[in-house]
């Protein structure tokens, strides 16, 4: 069965430190992958997906990712933190066959 | 706004009592999903509809069923509530089964 790991639980960073939280799967075939924030008291919103083609995504608030097949991993990226980025991130993956499979979380916290 | 409208947005109920979470999008999307968010476990898929009609079984469906009676509707039921199904309930839809999700509100259900 598909899995979603996030090894990272939670995570505190100054405001302008880089980020990267680590998200992995375990489904050898085509998948479709994403990453969603949830604010405090708010719902899950996409930040970018990816399907097929350029491995670096880019999505919204100048996060990025990278999908690198031969680790399986799909990496959730941003150069310099804000505070208003404190949120849970939620890595997930899609074979296309039913809904999405969600990674545990990673909570970041971003210190002024 | 188009989007997805959860009720309510949060309940507290007495164990061996019965509840129906209510879930309405209006953007035509053909498959909707319902999660349990729970601390330390991210979202885990409690039931899906791929369209109207069709209902399929997610993670963790024990103790809660579901109807897909038009395209727009998609309620969880709680036949029998027991403590253990406290939590955050997320709605979500997708135009198909492999396309990004939107998310409602969430509704927070406390079982006594």
């Known amino acids: 069965a598909q899995s979603v790991s996030q090894h990272n639980h939670h995570v505190i960073l100054s405001e302008a430190a880089s980020l990267e939280l680590g998200c992995n799967y375990s489904?050898?075939?085509?998948?479709?992958l994403f990453w969603y924030v949830q604010y405090p008291g708010q719902h899950l919103q996409l930040l970018l997906k990816?399907?097929?083609?350029?491995?670096l995504v880019k999505g919204i608030k100048g996060f990025e990712a990278e999908f690198i097949k031969s680790k399986f991993s799909f990496n959730l990226r941003k150069p310099s933190v804000q505070w208003s980025d404190t949120a849970e991130y939620f890595c997930?993956?899609?074979?296309?066959?039913?809904?999405?499979?969600f990674g545990s979380g990673t909570r970041l916290q971003v210190q002024p | 706004t188009a989007g997805i409208t959860q009720a309510p947005t949060s309940q507290i109920l007495a164990a061996g009592r019965s509840m129906t979470l209510r879930c309405t999008q209006d953007?035509?999307?053909?498959?909707m999903y319902w999660y349990r968010q729970d601390l330390g476990l991210g979202l885990r898929l409690i039931h899906y509809?791929?369209?109207?009609?069709?209902?399929g079984k997610g993670e963790v469906p024990d103790g809660y069923s579901v109807s897909r009676a038009n395209t727009d509707d998609f309620p969880l039921t709680l036949a029998s509530a027991v403590p253990s199904q406290t939590s955050v309930y997320f709605c979500?839809?997708?135009?198909?089964?492999?396309?990004?999700?939107?998310f409602g509100d969430g509704t927070r259900l406390s079982i006594l």
């Open positions: 979500a839809s997708s135009e198909r089964d492999n396309q990004p999700q939107h």
């Open positions: 489904y050898g075939g085509t998948v479709n």
């Open positions: 990816y399907f097929s083609g350029d491995p």
């Open positions: 997930a993956g899609d074979t296309g066959r039913r809904a999405l499979t």
């Open positions: 953007m035509r999307h053909n498959a």
């Open positions: 509809s791929n369209t109207a009609g069709t209902t």
